[in-house]
């Protein structure tokens, strides 16, 4: 039987959860409040986003050892650090944040998950989504709210991929097989807009 170095049989996002705490991630007034399922206020007007919330999306998304992953607006970096931890040292995840305050506490955060090597935070380029010239991505996650389905996005994503994103207020899980999309819906949730320009 497969087992983690938490103990988690056979459940790598229970095993993520129980190696990558939260807390490090956190602004210090708000570290008390780390075990409460909500999200919590980062800098910048910017959430960490409820654990429940990031959960349901990581089991979503379904991340492999060794995959290539694109997190869009990683924010506080947990959701980076996670990432990383699912997509093993075979792996690469690649975070991209708008906010260059942020990103800066974010990479400390990673260094103290012990995640670099595997992750990176990066500060999104102006007018770029995502982040195109590393790509394609095996998947990618989206912590903000989209408008509708990105193209640029979509053109990141490998064939065989998924991504998970809200769009509007209703979770997405899309699966790319060549030209086709498979695009289910997950329920509804609240996210900070997300920035395509």
């Keep these: 039987m497969a087992r983690d170095d938490s103990g988690h049989d056979d459940d790598?996002?229970?095993?993520?959860?129980a190696a990558v705490p939260r807390t490090p991630f956190l602004p210090a007034e708000q570290r008390r409040h780390a075990e409460v399922d909500a999200p919590l206020r980062i800098a910048q007007g910017q959430t960490?986003?409820?654990?429940?919330?990031?959960e349901i999306m990581l089991r979503l998304l379904e991340v492999r050892p060794g995959d290539r992953v694109l997190d869009v607006g990683a924010g506080s970096g947990w959701t980076t650090a996670l990432l990383a931890h699912l997509a093993g040292p075979r792996g690469r995840v690649i975070g991209v944040e708008r906010h260059e305050?942020?990103?800066e506490s974010a990479r400390a955060a990673?260094?103290?998950?012990?995640?670099?090597?595997v992750a990176e935070?990066?500060?999104a380029a102006d007018g770029v989504l995502?982040?195109?010239?590393?790509g394609p991505y095996d998947r990618i996650l989206v912590s903000a709210e989209a408008q509708g389905l990105p193209d640029a996005l979509i053109e990141q994503l490998a064939d065989g991929g998924v991504m998970v994103i809200p769009v509007g207020t209703t979770m997405h899980r899309i699966e790319r097989h060549g030209d086709?999309?498979?695009d289910t819906e997950h329920g509804a949730?609240?996210?900070?807009?997300?920035?395509e320009d």
Excluded: K
């Excluded at 960490?48 to 990031?54: I, K, L, R």
């Design 12 to 17: 790598p996002v229970a095993g993520a959860f």
């Design 101 to 103: 305050a942020l990103v």
């Design 189 to 195: 949730f609240r996210f900070v807009p997300l920035v």
């Design 180 to 182: 086709q999309l498979r």
């Design 121 to 123: 935070v990066r500060v």
């Design 130 to 134: 995502g982040a195109p010239e590393d």
């Design 110 to 117: 990673l260094g103290e998950a012990e995640a670099f090597g």
């Design 48 to 54: 960490n986003s409820q654990p429940t919330t990031v």
